[in-house]
């Protein structure tokens, strides 16, 4: 690991570079950037978490802390690891001081790795419309976390009027074992019966506020073509936020999936014992995982987020974003003067690490 302190965007590339060459690392087994941004108190939770994830997916990791915007002046230190505590691939951990936290991309861009889809995740509250960050702007694909909101419906909300075709959320992301476990059943109940079942009803219990429990009772009603409420359950749910799914189905049947607080879900449906299966709580590092699986629309999520909003129309928009960046920090509260597109080449983004002195800027991917 090599710390550059008071460095530049150029200085960062230089010595990334001249690890790769020390250390005999190649960047043919990278599959993707991936470009983690952390506010400092969540920086530890966060490295570990995209470690994990990089460890099953070969990646260059680039973690940007923005920290002290409010700095008079601007100022990058810098960490670059090759086979450290970040795992077997490449990482660069960039705390930002200054205006050049509002410009974090100036430094991101020469360091995305060649003809590799960049994948960014926000560990912590993302910008409430993506298009005013150009991290956004760079991704394939972008990933929030609405479960971290004080309210996580409004965050929801707010991610489904700023949706585009790529976006996800870890809130859904961890219904993923309830949504295979009733899958499953369903489809065990389909079998025995020798046509299709239909859901004439249903409900999941859990915490009324938790972005897991709404973005199943969304999946659930648009899927089933009913509505299916989240209502307070009897037990304190895990922290997926659902204690257990009730469908009523036709022919005066029900199937019910409870958790056990054991890791394990307990199933029970019409004319067969009940049956076990495992239903953990996984880690952060995991969830990020799953979703560097696919780089692809995420359809299902987007029709989870449309029922439990009300938005529609959410799978229909384009997947280009256009970049539009106001300085915060404007007397007037408004836009400054326009200014140059931004360079995506290592000199033009130096120059800007080095002086953040941009009002106004527009990155089209």
């Not at 990334?16 to 005999?24: D, E, F, H």
């Not at 990646?59 to 008079?72: H, K, Y």
Request: net charge negative; charged share 25%.
């Amino acid at each position: 690991m090599t710390t550059l302190w008071d460095t530049t965007g150029s200085a960062v590339v230089k010595e990334l570079a001249a690890q790769r060459r020390t250390g005999g690392a190649v960047l043919s087994g990278v599959a993707l950037t991936l470009v983690v941004v952390a506010d400092e108190g969540r920086v530890t939770e966060a490295e570990e978490a995209a470690t994990a994830a990089a460890e099953q997916h070969p990646c260059r990791l680039l973690i940007v802390v923005r920290r002290q915007i409010e700095a008079p002046s601007p100022r990058l230190d810098a960490e670059v690891l090759i086979g450290g505590r970040l795992g077997p691939g490449e990482a660069v951990v960039m705390r930002m001081y200054g205006r050049l936290a509002l410009h974090a991309e100036s430094v991101v861009l020469p360091l995305l790795a060649a003809d590799a889809p960049v994948v960014t995740w926000w560990h912590g509250t993302p910008p409430e419309g993506l298009s005013t960050d150009a991290l956004a702007v760079i991704a394939d694909r972008r990933i929030t976390d609405s479960s971290l909101a004080d309210d996580q419906l409004a965050a929801l909300r707010t991610r489904a009027t700023d949706y585009a075709p790529g976006d996800t959320d870890l809130a859904w992301t961890r219904s993923t074992p309830w949504r295979a476990t009733l899958t499953s059943t369903l489809d065990s109940v389909s079998g025995r019966r020798g046509d299709a079942v239909r859901v004439r009803g249903g409900q999941v219990e859990g915490d009324r506020n938790h972005a897991t429990a709404l973005l199943m009772a969304g999946w659930l009603s648009a899927r089933c073509d009913t509505t299916i409420p989240v209502v307070e359950g009897e037990r304190r749910p895990g922290p997926s936020g659902v204690s257990s799914v009730v469908l009523q189905l036709d022919q005066d049947e029900e199937v019910r999936v409870t958790a056990d607080r054991r890791g394990g879900a307990v199933i029970a449906q019409p004319y067969r014992p009940e049956a076990m299966v495992a239903l953990p709580d996984r880690q952060l590092g995991d969830l990020v995982g799953e979703e560097l699986r696919r780089l692809d629309p995420d359809e299902p999520f987007a029709e989870a987020l449309e029922a439990t909003t009300g938005v529609t129309g959410l799978a229909a928009r384009s997947p280009d974003r256009s970049h539009v960046w106001f300085d915060p920090a404007a007397a007037s509260g408004g836009a400054g003067d326009p200014l140059p597109t931004v360079p995506a080449d290592s000199e033009g983004a130096e120059e800007v690490a080095e002086h953040g002195e941009h009002n106004r800027e527009e990155v089209r991917p």
